[in-house]
């Protein structure tokens, strides 16, 4: 079957716009997570959703990052009034029960 | 505080040679150990975990409590193996957030 799929693959926006990633995870999937990971670096751990409910949000790194699972399977994750410094590769896994992470693809996001 | 260090950006090795990637990490409590692995336009996938205790594409890794590590080891390099290589943990098995380290390149040479 299909795989954890992300949306837009890749995005440019100027400073200052908002924008909206998309995730949408393997079905049937209990959890999914979102990290966050600059040039050089590993994935940072966001935000994480257990079916429609958010568990931790600890890794959000202001309030200009929200995410929300509605209906418990796609995910959105929004950034208002971005920044140069929030330019990254946005990953997004998801997880059955007690199970491994499957990553998506990821969405290059560009702010200039 | 919880992290991995993996402390090496960039290993390279001859077609042949043994392959050791370094990762320790500092956690309070029992963490679960993994080790992630990119290819070339490919996304992260998992390679292994310390629980399974299983060796995949010739790799295992042991976790060793007193000296906080888990290294990736594999006796002989294949070139397929290049890639980047990230090691890292959870507070408990899949169910909560992954802490990852740097990564590591692995060059295998022919």
């Known amino acids: 079957g299909a795989g954890v799929s992300q949306s837009p693959r890749y995005k440019v926006t100027k400073r200052g716009q908002d924008v909206a990633l998309r995730c949408d995870p393997i079905?049937?999937?209990?959890?999914l997570y979102w990290y966050r990971q600059a040039l050089g670096q590993g994935p940072e751990f966001l935000t994480y959703?257990?079916?429609?409910?958010?568990?931790?949000k600890s890794g959000l790194p202001n309030d200009r990052f929200s995410a929300e699972r509605p209906e418990g399977s796609i995910s959105t994750l929004t950034i208002q009034r971005t920044e140069q410094r929030d330019s990254a590769m946005y990953r997004c896994?998801?997880?059955?029960?007690?199970?491994?992470?499957?990553f998506g693809p990821g969405t290059r996001l560009t702010v200039l | 505080a919880q992290r991995v260090t993996q402390p090496e950006k960039l290993l390279s090795v001859f077609k042949g040679a043994p392959v050791e990637l370094k990762c320790n990490y500092s956690y309070s409590g029992s963490p679960e150990l993994f080790w992630y692995v990119q290819y070339s336009r490919q996304r992260l996938q998992l390679l292994l975990r310390h629980i399974s205790r299983e060796s995949i594409k010739g790799f295992t890794a042991d976790l060793n409590k007193g000296e906080t590590s888990f290294h990736l080891k594999k006796p002989f390099a294949q070139e397929e193996d290049s890639a980047m290589y990230y090691c890292a943990l959870s507070g408990s098995y899949n169910t909560d957030k992954l802490i990852f380290g740097t990564g590591t390149r692995l060059q295998v040479f022919p």
């Open positions: 959703f257990n079916y429609e409910a958010q568990q931790d």
């Open positions: 896994a998801s997880s059955a029960q007690l199970g491994e992470q499957f």
């Open positions: 079905s049937g999937h209990v959890s």
